[in-house]
């Protein structure tokens, strides 16, 4: 659906194609896709192959049949076709054009687009999902509205993950601290994959939600995977991957429940004991520290195996470490002395 969205979005050719039909009073029902599968469907009309433009779009819809695009819009393959889907596929349309939509959508894997010569709408089928087009001003209001929630949170995220970064100093963690964090990253997340989707409706007019939503979520998906790295319990069949999967996954009611948010990612304690002490491995306090590569943080967390350790060595030790190096061990240990000291600053000011 979001391919087919970003089809029809403002600045593409395809929707000013639509916008005209809407604004001289017709209707049109467009199928985007020529494959045999399409064609199989297809009675009467006749061929074109031409290239696509708004304007023909618009003078092809003043007649009844469908009009058949390229799966790309570039060219209309066919115009006034009389499309024959089969007439067992249920619909939940009332319209002539809108029921033989859904069912087009239905049969076959190509999005439809009707647009409706009474009520005004455009409606997007993709398979068993429909989805009318709004006004932009209206997805513009809902997008900010979103943003605005999205703002809230990643207050709220930034306020635990600054919190849990004092208590992994201190030594001091908790499953309840670490499943919090989670908990926030994965709300964050998907409030942020919602405004994803009012950018890829938005088109062109998206531009400026497009850049708030990147500022905001700088760091959170590393974060996330971070956190689950330095506390997960790695099984043979169950990798960072899966772990990351199965955060996704989970039901919105389950994700308000820290326990069942500890038990779905086999974290230690298997989410019975909300207080039971943690350590932390260091993956997320050893990536704030500048121009560090991964491969050299999994070296350091293979070498001592907690952060506390990696706290406690000395430049020397650190040097010792593959790909490590003098100037490098000295840059960590600085770095994390200046992380402690923040976030312990943070923490009880």
């Known amino acids: 659906m979001l391919e087919a969205l970003a089809a029809v979005a403002p600045g593409k050719p395809l929707r000013e194609g639509l ?9 049109a029902l467009v199928v985007v896709g020529d494959g045999p599968e399409v064609l199989n469907i297809c009675s009467g009309g006749f061929l074109l192959d031409a290239a696509f433009s708004p304007q023909r779009l618009s003078e092809l819809a003043k007649m009844d049949g469908a009009i058949i695009l390229a799966p790309d819009a570039s060219r209309i393959a066919r115009a006034n076709v009389h499309l024959v889907p089969n007439p067992n596929v249920p ?3 009332t319209g002539t054009r809108h029921r033989t939509a859904e069912r087009v959508a239905r049969s076959i894997n190509v999005p439809v687009v009707a647009v409706s010569e009474d009520q005004q709408v455009i409606a997007v089928y993709v398979g068993d999902e429909k989805h009318p087009l709004e006004a932009i001003p209206r997805l513009l209001n809902r997008a900010n509205q979103a943003l605005s929630t999205l703002e809230r949170y990643k207050n709220r995220l930034d306020a635990v993950a600054g919190s849990l970064s004092a208590l992994e100093i201190e030594d001091l963690v908790t499953l309840r601290d670490v499943v919090t964090v989670l908990q926030r ?6 409030i942020a994959e919602e405004v994803d989707g009012y950018i890829v409706e938005l088109g062109v007019d ?19 995977r971070l956190v689950i790295k330095d506390y997960f319990q790695e099984a043979g069949d169950w990798h960072l991957g899966e772990a ?3 955060l996704s996954e989970l039901g919105t009611d389950d994700l308000l429940d820290l326990k069942a948010v500890a038990a779905a990612l086999h974290l230690p304690g298997g989410g019975v004991d909300l207080d039971a002490n943690l350590t932390a491995r260091g993956n997320r306090l050893l990536a704030k520290v500048p121009r560090l590569p991964d491969n050299v943080i999994d070296s350091i967390v ?6 506390q350790k990696i706290m406690r060595a000395s430049i020397d030790d650190l040097d010792d470490v593959k ?4 100037t490098r061990a000295r840059a960590i240990k600085e770095g994390l002395s200046r992380l402690a000291e923040t976030s312990i600053l943070d923490r009880y000011s």
């Open 91 to 93: 619909t939940s349309e």
């Open 323 to 326: 790909d490590v190096g003098e």
């Open 244 to 246: 990351l999967a199965a």
């Open 302 to 307: 293979e070498r001592f195996g907690t952060l």
């Open 19 to 27: 916008d005209r039909i809407l604004q001289a009073g017709m209707g």
């Open 185 to 190: 990253t994965e709300m964050v997340r998907r």
């Open 206 to 224: 998206g531009r400026l939600v497009r850049l708030q939503l990147e500022e905001l979520m700088g760091g959170v998906d590393d974060d996330r």
